[in-house]
C-alpha cells in the first residue's frame, strides 16, 4: 500500500468514526446533524461507542450557559438556564426514561405492569415526583458548588451517566426480550470493541476530573457508582433486565450523583 492510499484508508476510517459519532449525536440529542448519514442497525448500535461523548458535548453547553450567565445573574438562576439548556439540547430524553421507569417499577406489581405502564407515554404520580425531585436536586447541589466546579461537573457528570447506560447494555440482559412487544423494542448491541472505546473516553474525563477537582472527583465517582448499583439492582430485580428508559433513569441517577458527591466534598 502506497502513501496515497494509505491516506485514503485513513481518511475513510476517520470519515466512518465521525459518522457514528453523529448518529450517536442524532438519537440522544435535538442538535442538527445531517439529514443523509448512512445508517443501518449495525451502525446505530456501534455509535453506542461515542454515547459517552456526546455527554460531553451536551455538558459543554450546559457548562458554557452557566459561566457565561453567572457574569450576568446570580449562580441559581444561572443554574437554572443551563439545565434548560441541556434539556432543550436533549430534548429531556433521559428525563423523561426516569419517570417512566419511577412511574413503571414504583407503579407496576408484577414484571408484566410495570413493563405495560413504563410503555404509557403518559407520567404518573411517581414519574412527576421523581421527575421534579431530580430535577431540584441538580439545581441544590450545582448552586452549592463553587462556579468552576459546578462548570466541570456537569461536563463529567454528562458523560459519566452515558457512560453508565453503555456499561448497561453491554452486561445486562434486555428485559423486553420474548414479550410482544420486543420487535418495536428490539434490544440495543454493545460489543467489546465498541464498549472499549467508552471506556476509554470515561477514563480521559475522569482523568481529567481527578486534575481538576483532585478528591472531590473520586468522591463523586463513589456516590454516582452507589446511585447507580443500586438503582441497577432495583429494575434488574424487578424486570430481569433493563428498558430504555432504564437506560434513561440510570443516566440521571449517575448524574446526579456525581453532583452530590462533588458538594459533600467541596
Known amino acids: 500500500m502506497n502513501s496515497t492510499e494509505a491516506g485514503e484508508a485513513w481518511a475513510g476510517r476517520t470519515r466512518a ?8 449525536l442524532q438519537f440522544l440529542t435535538r442538535l442538527p446533524v445531517p439529514r443523509d448519514l448512512p445508517w443501518s442497525p449495525e451502525a446505530q448500535a456501534r455509535a453506542g461507542r461515542y454515547y459517552p461523548a456526546v455527554g460531553l458535548v451536551v455538558g459543554g453547553i450546559g457548562a458554557g450557559v452557566l459561566a457565561l450567565g453567572a457574569q450576568v445573574w446570580p449562580l441559581p438562576l444561572a443554574v437554572l438556564l443551563s439545565l434548560a439548556a441541556t434539556l432543550i439540547a436533549t430534548g429531556a430524553l433521559h428525563e423523561d426514561g426516569l419517570a417512566d421507569a419511577a412511574d413503571g417499577l ?4 408484577t414484571r408484566a405492569r410495570a413493563l405495560e405502564i413504563m410503555r404509557d407515554s403518559r407520567i404518573g404520580t411517581y414519574g412527576t415526583v421523581a421527575l421534579g425531585m431530580a430535577l431540584a436536586i441538580k439545581v441544590a447541589a450545582l448552586t452549592a458548588l463553587p462556579l468552576d466546579a459546578a462548570c466541570v461537573g456537569l461536563i463529567v457528570a454528562q ?5 453508565a447506560a453503555v456499561a ?3 452486561t445486562t440482559g434486555y428485559a423486553r426480550v420474548g414479550d410482544a412487544a420486543a420487535s418495536k423494542f428490539p434490544a440495543p448491541v454493545v460489543n467489546r470493541r465498541d464498549g472499549m472505546v467508552a471506556l476509554v473516553t470515561l477514563l480521559a474525563v475522569l482523568l481529567a476530573a481527578g486534575a481538576a477537582l483532585g478528591m472531590a472527583a473520586l468522591v463523586g465517582l ?3 457508582a452507589l446511585l447507580g448499583l443500586t438503582f441497577h439492582r432495583i429494575y434488574v430485580a424487578k424486570l430481569g433486565g433493563y428498558t430504555g428508559d432504564c437506560l434513561g433513569g440510570i443516566q440521571q441517577l449517575v448524574e446526579i450523583g456525581f453532583y452530590l458527591g462533588l458538594a459533600a466534598w467541596l
Open 17 to 24: 468514526q465521525w459518522h457514528l459519532f453523529l448518529l450517536a
Open 106 to 109: 414504583m407503579g407496576g406489581a
Open 159 to 163: 458523560a459519566l451517566g452515558r457512560g
Open 168 to 170: 448497561v447494555i453491554a
Open 222 to 224: 463513589g456516590v454516582a
